[in-house]
Each structure stands twice: as structure tokens, then as C-alpha cells.
């Protein structure tokens, strides 16, 4: 990436850079420094999450962008894990030396609200409404039609400082899954569990009967991993609802009590969630690397060449813990478990609509004119029909196909075929970077097979599945939160309570989990600290702008 010093830099000895890289440069309207390729391109610093399987450089879908737009991309990218993608980021936007553009995936690192205000309000994240009405009429269409998109898009003060994506994914809105070994429920003759102490008794039989047949004590009752987990959230809501934040794992810490902005983490229903799960946790039933271990490691778990040794994994889908189209079919074992009654009667999920509340494409005061309207230019193409096509699934024929007589869709009329499994080729699309404009139509158009444990019938597997948690959200308990948005001034102060906070309660409900604080001489102090670490002030920031957005005006 270049920073401002070095762009300086290249100015005064821009001769010699000429003759050495080929390319060149001169000033924008707007000051920023314009670099050209040899080939005439704009040279566009870029900042993305990078898959495992992907190489951004030759990707196909770079290929037809930078043709399309004549964008030569520079690429900075991380892995898809969580925790040192973010890292990265603020690194980057710490040291002033970030990119021209980050286009970033909500699961993995997108951007937060408070995050967006604070950017924009220090004038590293460009407006982007006026090159919206000039350069993006799709994007715009989409701005004018949809109230929600509209809202969660535009800040108080009017900006459009980062779009995010949007996504009418169906089993994404309803995160809070368990995924159990129904294989192993059969074995053992015990029902699919309906109670919070039923849980504990399949957990226990899974520890202690052996029902993978190896004769080892090798099986793991329950686990998961820290970016991707719901375990907290699928076990609490059996006690009191609680919230989604956003689709990358983070729990809201407000929650509405009618028109009342609260936090439902000092409850004492949150306090008797907590026990139970820690009282799982003592018997050995929640294993000690949920907390822990990366996604990498749960992988390696679940495809465990020795054995099937995973229970059940609280997580949104299957292929986050096991092999698709594993060779030995233990993918097909693992059914969703619907939300649990707990001790009181009380059966909630969590609710996350839009799905997508990260913010992902930022165009930062770094980018020249001509790079900012080169990127807004393909992200509306991305908007398009054909962009969104191309940019999720790659060439057609490649990556995927038109119907064919015979074929189903998944709840619809039949529009297109994605190839998956062995006929799904590698690096030929942006995929999860280019998921902006995927509307329910377009999702529910999918041609999908009837077989749900089929290598192609995965998103008709997530549907039914996701069937029985639809009902059990409140919505008059649900904020929401990417229509709310703070007085832009409160921005900074916004993030770094928001920062403060999780960080707080997340530490310390792993504590009350493991047992290294106790929840009965430890929970008074937990509350109190709420306070101390901004608990009144960030209720009150959220309040007023509550109000407002009730009030009609943002």
C-alpha cells in the first residue's frame, strides 16, 4: 500500500520511477496522487480477505474488472480468519499507510458502524453519494428501492461513507444453530433434544457410550471455534433473548424493553444462561478449545481421518466444521437441533436481518479521482444482472449455468446453476466479496436438487433446516441496529465504548464459563464494571439515536 510519504516521494523522482516501473503519475482534482499502468490502467491499492483456495492477482474475476475498467488492482490481502484480518486493518489505518479501497467481507472483517462514522468524520472515508449519482445507476436503484439498504447506507449527517453488502439470505437471518450427529442420536436410541436438560443428556451419552464404535473415549460432546461460534447464544436463548450484532459472531450488547434501549447482559436470566452452560462446560461436555482454536482447527476436528468425533457444533452451517462431500459421508450425519426450551418456558433464536451488517467497500482519501470513479464503476457493475452473476460465481460455464429443463429451484422459478463439488473450479470468482445486491429473488431463483445431502443440495438443506427457527425470533425485542445510526460526532467515542464493552463482557463471560471466575460471588462485580467500562454512556449514545430514528429523523 502507499502512504502519503511516499507518494511525495514518487513525485519528486518521478522520472526515474518512470523508467523503472513504466507507469505514471499526476495530480487530481481532489489532490490525490493518480497512478497509471504501463498499459494505461489506474493503479488502484486494494485491501481484501484472500481465500485459501483463491489468488487475487489471477483471479478471473480481477481479470474481467481490470479489463472491464481498466483497473490495475495491487492487492494487500489476509486470510479469511477473523481476529488477524481485523488486526490488520487497523494496523494499516493506524499507521496511515492504508489503500486507495477496501472491499472486505462481513464475516470476516467488515467494518462497524461506529467504525464508518469515526472514518468518515476524519475524512479517510470518502463520501460516495455524488459518485454514486453520477457513475452508479444500479447502485443508486438499489439506494431509491430499498428503505432498509437506504438507511443502514446513509449516515446522519447525509454521507454515504461505506456501502455495505446485502444479502436476503434466508439462513444467514437466523444464525444461532446447533448442529447435531443424528447418526449417532440413532445409535444410541435418543430423540432429537427439545429441552435444555435433554441437551445435557444426549451431551452425556455422546462423552461416555461410545458411539462411534472405536472402543476409544475419543468424541468430542460439543465444540466449536471463537470466530465462527454460536454457542453462547444458541444455549442463552433458552434462557433470555439474546441479541444478534452482526453476522461475523459479534452479540449485540442492546436489546429494546419497548421503546427503552437496555442491555440484556446484566440480566439475571443472562447470569442463570451462564451457569448452565458453565455447568456443561464442568462435566466435560463443551470441550476446552471451543474457546480457543481457530477455524482451521475445528476443520481438522471434524475431518479427523481416525474418526468421527464430533457430537454437535454450535455454528451457522455444516461445512464450517466437516468436509463437504466427505468420502466416508460423515457430513450427512449432522441435522440442525431447533431452538431449546429452557427452564422457564422461554425458546428464543436470534434474529439478524439485514444479514449482512458489516461494511465492506470504503473508498479512503488516498484514492485519486479517477480510482474512486474506476471502483464505484465496477461496484455498480457488481449491481448489475450480469456483474452479479460474473462476480459471484465467476464465467458463465465455468462457474455456473442457465437452467435446464428438469431443474428446480429453491423457492421459485429456476434462474441459474452454480457448480459445486467436484465440477466447481478454483479461483474463477469474488464470491463472499461481491454478495452486494443479492436479493431474495435472485437467492431463491438457485437451482437446487431435492437430496439436501447431496454435494449440490447444501443451500436446501440450510432452508429446511433453518425452518425451525423461524417464529422464535422477538422482534420487539430486536434493535435495529444498521437502520440506528449515532450522531456522527459521538463516532469515535462510539467505537472505542463499543471496542471496551465486547472486550469486557466477552472476557468475562468466558470466565464465568470455565470457572475461572465464579458466577455466584463474581456476577455483582461483573455488573458493577459494566458501568466503569462505559456501560451507562453507550446505552445513552444509542437512546438518542433511537429516539430520533423513531422520530423520523436520523
Known amino acids: 500500500m502507499r502512504s502519503t510519504k511516499s507518494r511525495v516521494v514518487a513525485a519528486l523522482v518521478a522520472a526515474t520511477a518512470l523508467a523503472v516501473a513504466g507507469c505514471s503519475s499526476d495530480k487530481s482534482d481532489d489532490g490525490a496522487t493518480n497512478e497509471v499502468s504501463a498499459d494505461g490502467k489506474v493503479v488502484i491499492d486494494t485491501f481484501s480477505p484472500q481465500g485459501p483456495d483463491d489468488k487475487l492477482d489471477s483471479n478471473a ?18 486470510t479469511y480468519d477473523g481476529g488477524p484480518a481485523k488486526e490488520k486493518r487497523q494496523i494499516a489505518l493506524a499507521s496511515g499507510d492504508y489503500p486507495d479501497l477496501f472491499m472486505l467481507i462481513p464475516w470476516v472483517d467488515g467494518f462497524t458502524q461506529a467504525e464508518v462514522l469515526k472514518l468518515g468524520t476524519q475524512g479517510v472515508a470518502l463520501p460516495l453519494e ?7 445507476p444500479n447502485i443508486q436503484k438499489a439506494l431509491d428501492s430499498n428503505k432498509t439498504f437506504k438507511e ?20 444467514c437471518t437466523y444464525p444461532d444453530k446447533l448442529w447435531i450427529n ?6 444410541l436410541g435418543l430423540q432429537m433434544p427439545k429441552t435444555t436438560e435433554e441437551l445435557r443428556t444426549v451431551l452425556q451419552a455422546f462423552k461416555t457410550k461410545d458411539p462411534n464404535g472405536n472402543g476409544k473415549a475419543d468424541e468430542i460432546p460439543m465444540t466449536t471455534d471463537p470466530q465462527d461460534s454460536s454457542l453462547i447464544a444458541y444455549l442463552m436463548n433458552a434462557f433470555t433473548y439474546d441479541p444478534v450484532g452482526a453476522n461475523n459472531g459479534v452479540r ?6 419497548g421503546d427503552k434501549v437496555v442491555t440484556p447482559v446484566s440480566k439475571p436470566e443472562f447470569k442463570e444462561g451462564l451457569k448452565y452452560i458453565n455447568s456443561l462446560f464442568k462435566e466435560g461436555l463443551i470441550d476446552q478449545a471451543a474457546f480457543t482454536q481457530n477455524a482451521q482447527a475445528l476443520q ?26 466427505s468420502k466416508d459421508g460423515r457430513d450427512k450425519q449432522y441435522d440442525a437441533v431447533p431452538p431449546l426450551t429452557g427452564p422457564e418456558g422461554k425458546s428464543y433464536t436470534g434474529y439478524n436481518y439485514p444479514s449482512s451488517t458489516g461494511y465492506t467497500f470504503m473508498l479512503t482519501n488516498k484514492a485519486s479521482k479517477e480510482a474512486q470513479v474506476a471502483a464505484v464503476k465496477m461496484l455498480d457493475y457488481i449491481y448489475s444482472d450480469e456483474g452479479r452473476e460474473v462476480s459471484l460465481m465467476g464465467p458463465e460455464g465455468e462457474g455456473w449455468r442457465k437452467p435446464q429443463a428438469g431443474d428446480i429451484a429453491l423457492d421459485g422459478e429456476p434462474g441459474w446453476y452454480r457448480f459445486s463439488g467436484d465440477k466447481a473450479k478454483k479461483n474463477i470468482a469474488w464470491d463472499a466479496m461481491a454478495q452486494y445486491n443479492i436479493t431474495l429473488a435472485f437467492r431463491n431463483a438457485q437451482v437446487v436438487p431435492k437430496d439436501i445431502y447431496s454435494s449440490d443440495g447444501l443451500e436446501r438443506r440450510l432452508f429446511q433446516a433453518t425452518k425451525q427457527y423461524e417464529g422464535h ?16 460526532s459521538l463516532g469515535s467515542e462510539l467505537a472505542t465504548l463499543q471496542t471496551n464493552l465486547n472486550s469486557y463482557v466477552s472476557q468475562n463471560q468466558l470466565a464465568f464459563i470455565t470457572g475461572t471466575k465464579n458466577i455466584d460471588t463474581g456476577w455483582d462485580a461483573f455488573v458493577k464494571g459494566l458501568d466503569s467500562t462505559g456501560m451507562k454512556r453507550y446505552l445513552e ?10 422520530s423520523g429523523n436520523k
Open 182 to 187: 443424528s447418526t449417532w442420536l440413532k445409535k
Open 152 to 171: 443502514m447506507s446513509t449516515a446522519p449527517d447525509g454521507h454515504i461513507y461505506a456501502l455495505p453488502q446485502w444479502s436476503d439470505c434466508f439462513h
Open 61 to 78: 474475476v480481477t481479470k474481467i474488472m481490470s479489463d472491464k475498467f481498466k483497473i490495475q488492482f495491487r492487492w494487500q490481502t489476509t
Open 541 to 550: 449514545i444509542q437512546q438518542q439515536a433511537y429516539d430520533k430514528y423513531k
Open 473 to 488: 425470533e422477538d422482534k420487539a425485542q430486536w434493535f435495529p441496529g444498521t437502520s440506528v445510526w449515532p450522531d456522527p
Open 252 to 257: 449485540s450488547l442492546i436489546s429494546l424493553d
Open 130 to 136: 455524488d459518485l454514486i449519482k453520477d457513475n452508479a
Open 300 to 325: 481438522a476436528q471434524g475431518n479427523n481421518p481416525k474418526a468421527v468425533t464430533l457430537g454437535s457444533v454450535p455454528v451457522l452451517w455444516p461445512g464450517i466444521f466437516v468436509q463437504l462431500g
